[in-house]
């Protein structure tokens, strides 16, 4: 770690190492098409986790400005993550949620897909990374507090449905049909 750093919470190695697992899963998610079925999966079991751990251990400092920090993902950029996962994943891309706020009105489970919790996520990290790479420390003092702040409130929980809807793939017996039909 270079101690020659600025004294505050952004440059901190908790942040340091929020903004790395962020940009890794950023970079991750806009390479979908490189990868095949069976590597995402097995992937995405191990950088969510990490994310979630790297967030969980920051708490959100009081924001700088009144206005909220840049938005960098664009509708575009949604669609593509979202949609990019979704055709990688296929029939296995639906799930049954349980922690879904409709869970208390309703008879029948909630379909949930873990491609849209990914481009949820997406948007949340990559816009505190773009944020993060202006090098301005309000601005991204602020951006941190805004992506801790939704982890808190919604990505977080999105992040944790997705990794057990992922987890049942990755474990499941029907792994192997993946790894051998390396889709």
């Known amino acids: 770690m270079n101690n020659n750093l600025p004294k505050h919470i952004v440059y901190s190695p908790t942040v340091v190492d929020f903004i790395t697992v962020a940009a890794e899963m950023c970079l991750f998610l806009e390479n979908v098409e490189k990868f095949s079925k069976a590597e995402f999966i097995d992937k995405l079991t191990k950088l969510l986790p990490m994310l979630y751990l790297k967030a969980s251990l920051i708490t959100a400092p009081d924001t700088v400005f009144d206005e909220p920090s840049e938005k960098f993902v664009s509708e575009a950029d949604y669609n593509f993550i979202f949609q990019q996962s979704e055709q990688l994943l296929g029939s296995d891309n639906a799930y ?25 996520i997406y948007q949340e990290i990559k816009d505190f990374a773009c944020n993060y790479q202006t090098l301005d420390t309000d601005i991204m003092n602020d951006s941190l507090a805004c992506c801790i702040t939704a982890f808190c409130e919604h990505w977080g929980q999105k992040l944790i449905n997705a990794l057990r809807a992922l987890h049942y793939l990755r474990y499941s017996d029907s792994f192997t049909e993946i790894l051998n039909n390396n889709v």
């Not at 879904?100 to 849209?116: F, G, K, N, Q």
């Open 96 to 120: 049954l949620e349980v922690f879904h706020s409709d869970m208390e009105r309703s008879d029948t489970p909630v379909l949930a897909y873990i491609s849209e919790n990914l481009a949820d």
